[in-house]
């Protein structure tokens, strides 16, 4: 008996241990939690969506989720070397706002001089720890040593694949200001961010960073928390209003109302990114199926629609390029009109749009 509990001792140690790790953030406290508290969309401990919404399915046990896991197609990765294009993204001229995407929801923005980065993930895995989640192959071509100095960087909310420790490291002494959704601000800080290099906003708070450029925090419908505790911390979209152009930022989101009033309070927009992968029948209200990715374009009433989100990592049982098929399929009946850039490649807002089917080669 005395065996059993000093092994159950070393293992519980173990993995206090293990969690104590950076990696794994810091939630709010001190006077960012008192804000996140007083925050209309915190309720009985957690940030809330706008719909009642369920992370997985009531019927969903994670004994079918591990048989479906093992059961998947074959054809969840590619079996070839994702292509790319080679762009100087420190010589990268933009009279007009030009996206280059890095590979699910990372992407660069450049407009005149400024250049923000959106949700960097370049460690080569989407995950605490390097075995899980690994990124496909060709699609770590940008080191982050390839990159300029940012201005502003944007954090739609605190999952992996969206905020990655490794990246951030190297990243946060070339980076004048990281935008995020409120309370995420903690992770950077502990991580070694300067609290006044960081602006945390509440769905519907704006901030006026220039004379020709604005933050707007929007809601999405997801779910946050990078450890066995979630909603601690904000998932957001956001329209950017820079240099005359109307973007939008989507984050990770379930299909809402909320694309509709977003549309109609802040629409039209030039351009939308939106996620169009790793959905799964288990978990149907935190992401959007490719045929809602398409209605939450013509919701946002934007005239172009960029799918992200995929063409990275394995993190459903889906296969890797049936997010894309699925969306164009849907956007050619819809006349949606769709940009599909190789990793690397520009799109400029209004001239550049790549339309290859480049997954299909």
């Known amino acids: 008996m005395m065996i059993i509990l000093i092994v159950i001792l070393a293992l519980a140690l173990g993995v206090y241990l293990f969690m104590q790790r950076p990696v794994f953030g810091k939630n709010p406290t001190g006077q960012r939690l008192q804000r996140v508290e007083q925050s209309p969309n915190y ?23 591990l048989r479906e896991f093992f059961d998947k197609s074959e054809n969840v990765a590619p079996t070839k ?31 005149k001089e400024l250049t923000l980065l959106v949700d960097p993930v370049f460690s080569g895995h989407a995950s605490p720890v390097s075995l899980f989640g690994k990124a496909f192959e060709g699609t770590d071509v940008y080191p982050v040593s390839s990159f300029p100095a940012i201005d502003i960087m944007v954090i739609t909310h605190d999952h992996y694949d969206h905020l990655d420790y490794e990246t951030i490291s190297e990243f946060k002494s070339k980076t004048k200001l990281f935008v995020t959704a409120l309370g995420v601000g903690e992770h950077l800080e502990h991580w070694g961010i300067p609290k006044e290099k960081i602006v945390e906003l509440d769905w519907w708070e704006e901030k006026q960073l220039s004379d020709s450029v604005k933050f707007i925090a929007t809601p999405g419908r997801h779910f946050s928390g990078r450890t066995f505790v979630r909603g601690k911390t904000l998932w957001a979209s956001f329209v950017l209003q820079l240099h005359g152009y109307n973007i939008f930022i989507g984050g990770d989101s379930g299909y809402d109302t909320h694309f509709k009033t977003i549309g109609e309070k802040y629409g039209p927009f030039h351009i939308a990114m939106l996620e169009a992968g790793q959905y799964g029948k288990n978990w149907p209200q935190i992401h959007m199926v490719p045929e809602e990715t398409v ?23 889906h296969d890797w390029d049936e997010p894309i098929q699925r969306v164009m399929k849907t956007s050619k009946e819809q006349g949606q009109v769709v940009t599909t850039p190789k990793i690397g490649e520009p799109v400029n807002i209004i001239h550049i749009q790549p339309t290859t089917e480049w997954w299909n080669n």
């Open 43 to 65: 309720r009985d401990g957690s940030f809330q969506n706008l719909s009642p919404t369920e992370v997985l399915l009531k019927e969903t046990s994670y004994i079918k989720m």
């Open 295 to 317: 209605q939450a374009a013509k919701d946002l009433k934007t005239e172009v629609l960029l799918p992200v989100h995929w063409g990275k990592f394995v993190l459903a049982n």
């Open 81 to 111: 070397k994702i292509p790319s294009v080679q762009t100087d993204l420190n010589t990268l001229t933009a009279n007009e706002p030009t996206i280059v995407w890095f590979g699910h929801s990372s992407y660069m923005i450049r407009s």
